[in-house]
C-alpha cells in the first residue's frame, strides 16, 4: 500500500500510516539518532541518565521525521537536515520534561516520568540543558533562517503553555481559544520541524510556506486526537492512563464542546470536576458518558480531520513523489489513532 | 575618583565601584531597558507581570552592562550590543526564575520569588519563553559566532546547576569540584557576556580571549563574594536573608573550607546541618562561629581576591580608556561587598 494515498477517512490499524515515512528516512533517522546520543552525553553523570530515560523511551520521533523528509522531498542532498532533524527533538524533549513539572505528571510514555526518578529540579535543568543543545546544533548548521524560525517557535511554545495555565481549569474557555493554546504549545514545534527543512534546501517561498502549513495543521490534528484518545482509547495504545486531563482538570476539546452543548447541571458537573477538583474514577465513568452523549469525542475527532485534510491541501502543489505520499499517510496515521 | 585604577585590596564603599561602569554605558543601557520591556511583551498576560516582577526588581544588570562595555571598548559602533547585552539578561533571567524552582527559594533580590506569587509551573515556562526571546534576539543580530558562545553558555549552565544537585548536600565536594560547578553555573555567561562584546566589533582573537577571561574570573570572584556574603552580610545589603545557603543545605566556598579544616566532631555537625537538614537560626550561628574559627570566610574572600586580580591582568595587555578602567573598578566593586 505504499505510495498509495489512502482516504483518511478509511479507519485502518495505529502504525500502518507511518510505516512509509519510517522506511524512507530510516538512513537518516539512523545518524539523527547517533546525534542524539552524542548530544545528550555529558560530564555531569545525571544528564545523560536523564536524557536517555526519555529518548529510549519510545517516542515516535515524528517530529524530526517531519524535517528530515520535508528536506528530501525537496531535493536537499547536505548534512544540515540530520542536525536540524535532531535540534527538533531536543527542544520537544525538553518541552515534556518542563511539562511534567508543569502538570506534576507521575507517568509519561508509560514508564515513571522524570520527574518521579530524580526529582523536579532536574527534569528543569536537563531540559534547559536540552533546549541549550538543541540551540547549539541549530548554530552549528549555519542557517539563520533555520535557527529564526525554530527560537521563534521556542517562545511561541512557552507561550501555550503560559496560556494553557490560565486555561487549565477554566470552563469558559471557547474553540477558539482553545485552539490557540494547541496552536502554540504543540502545533508551532510541528510546523517548526516542517518548515526548516524546505529552508536548509533553498526552496522558494511558497514551498516554506506549504510545509509550514502541513506542519501546523498536523500538529492541531495530532493534539486534538490526543485529547480524544484521553477520554476514548485504551491506556496501553496511549503509554498513559485515560482521564489523565480530567483528574488534572485540563480543559481539552471534548471538554469544551460537552460543556457548551450540556445543560446547567452537566455543566455544574463539569465545574465540580475540573475547577473543583472531584475528579474519581466512578465520575470520570461519568464524564466519558456525558462526552458521549453529545458526541463530543466523535465530534473532536470530526475536528481532527479537518485540521488533517487542510494539510493535505497544503502540500497539494507539491509534484508527487514517495516523500509526498508517505507525509499524507502520516495524517491517515494521526486520525486513525483515535477510530 | 573616575578613571583612576583602585587598588583591589582597599576597602571602598559598596555601589561606588560600578559609577564609572554605570556612566558610561547609560546611554547605551536605557536603549538595552527598552529592549527589555519590549521583548517581555506577549499577549499571554501572564508573562509581562511576571518578567516584569523580575526585571524591575533592581538587579545591577552587570552582565549586560560587560556586553556594552566590553563591545565599546572594542570599538564597535553598531547596535547588536544592545541586542546581545539584553539577550544576555534574558538569559540571566531565565536562570533565576528556574533556579528559585529548582532550590525552592521564597524570596528573590527581597522581593517574594515569582514561584510564591505565580507558581512553579508559571515561573519553569516564563523562564522558558525569556529563553527563547534571548535566542531570537541572538539571531536578530545575524552573528553566528555570538551565538556560538552564547548558545554554549545555555547548556555549561544548565550543566552547573545539575553538578549543584549532586553536590549539594554533598559535604566531601573538595574546592576544585566547587570552582568547577561556579565555573558552570555562574562564571560562564559573564564569560559569554563580556566575550561577545570584542565579537561584534570583529576584534582578534587574542582581544576576545582576554575578554572572556576577565568575564569568567570575574564570575567566580562574584560568586565567591555571594558565598562569603551569604554568613557574613547583612540581609538588607544581600537582599535575602543571611543563612539562605545553610538551610537550603548548600555546598559554598566557606564551607568546604571549614569542614576540610574542622574537627572531627565539628565535621558531624555540618553533615547534620547540611546533609541532614538540621538548620535551625540557633545552628546557623554556631555555623558561623565555626567559619570564624577557621577564618573560612576571610579566606573565601581571599580565593575571590585571586580571580580578581586574574580578571585585572587578562585585561592588562589592552590599552588605558576609561572603558578599561571602569572594567577593573568593577572588580573592586565586587570584592568590596564583603570587606
Known amino acids: 500500500m505504499s505510495g498509495v494515498v489512502v482516504p483518511i477517512e478509511g479507519g485502518r490499524s ?39 530515560h526519555l529518548i529510549d523511551s519510545g517516542g515516535k520521533r515524528l517530529r524530526p521525521m517531519l524535517t528530515l523528509a520535508a528536506a528530501r522531498m525537496c531535493g536537499y542532498q547536505g548534512e544540515h537536515h540530520i542536525t536540524l532533524a535532531a535540534s527538533v527533538e531536543f527542544m520537544h524533549t525538553a518541552t515534556l520534561l518542563h511539562d511534567d513539572v508543569v502538570d506534576q505528571s ?3 510514555r508509560g514508564k515513571l516520568a522524570a520527574r518521579m526518578l530524580w526529582g523536579n529540579e532536574a527534569s528543569v535543568l536537563v531540559g534547559d540543558f536540552l533546549l541549550g543543545q538543541a540551540f547549539r546544533m541549530m548554530v552549528e548548521t549555519g542557517s539563520l533562517a533555520a535557527l529564526n524560525v525554530l527560537s ?24 477558539d ?7 502554540a504549545k504543540t502545533a508551532a514545534l510541528f510546523a517548526a520541524a516542517a518548515e526548516v527543512g524546505p529552508i536548509i534546501a ?13 506542519g501546523m495543521n498536523l500538529g492541531l490534528a495530532f493534539q486534538l486526537i490526543d485529547d480524544a484518545l484521553d477520554y476514548g482509547g485504551s491506556a496501553s495504545a496511549l503509554g498513559k492512563n485515560v482521564g ?38 466512578e465520575r470520570l465513568a461519568d464524564a466519558i458518558a456525558l462526552l458521549r452523549k453529545y458526541d463530543a469525542i466523535d465530534d473532536t475527532v470530526a475536528r481532527a480531520r479537518h485540521y488533517a485534510e487542510m494539510a493535505r491541501d497544503a502540500l497539494a502543489p507539491m509534484k508527487s513523489s514517495a516523500w509526498k505520499d508517505a507525509l499524507i499517510e502520516v495524517l491517515e496515521f494521526c486520525i486513525s489513532r483515535a477510530v
Not at 202 to 214: L, N, T, W
Not at 260 to 278: I, V
Open 244 to 281: 489523565d486531563d480530567f483528574r488534572e482538570g485540563k480543559m481539552t476539546l471534548p471538554v469544551v464542546l460537552c460543556y457548551r452543548r450540556g445543560t446547567d447541571e452537566e455543566r455544574r458537573f463539569w465545574r465540580e470536576s475540573l475547577e473543583g477538583g472531584n475528579a474519581s474514577d
Open 14 to 52: 495505529p502504525k500502518a500510516g507511518v510505516e512509509a515515512l519510517v522506511k524512507l528516512v530510516r538512513p537518516d533517522m539512523e545518524r539523527v539518532n547517533a546525534i542524539i546520543l552524542a548530544k545528550a552525553g555529558s560530564n555531569v553523570e545525571l544528564i545523560p541518565e536523564i536524557a536517555r
Open 202 to 214: 533553498g526552496s522558494d517561498k511558497p514551498v516554506i510556506s506549504a510545509f509550514r502549513s502541513y
Open 106 to 108: 507521575d507517568m509519561r
Open 152 to 175: 521563534h517557535a521556542a517562545t511561541v511554545i512557552a507561550e501555550g503553555e503560559v496560556m494553557q495555565l490560565s486555561t487549565a481549569k477554566n470552563l469558559e474557555t471557547n474553540e
Open 177 to 183: 481559544e482553545y485552539l490557540e493554546v494547541i496552536r
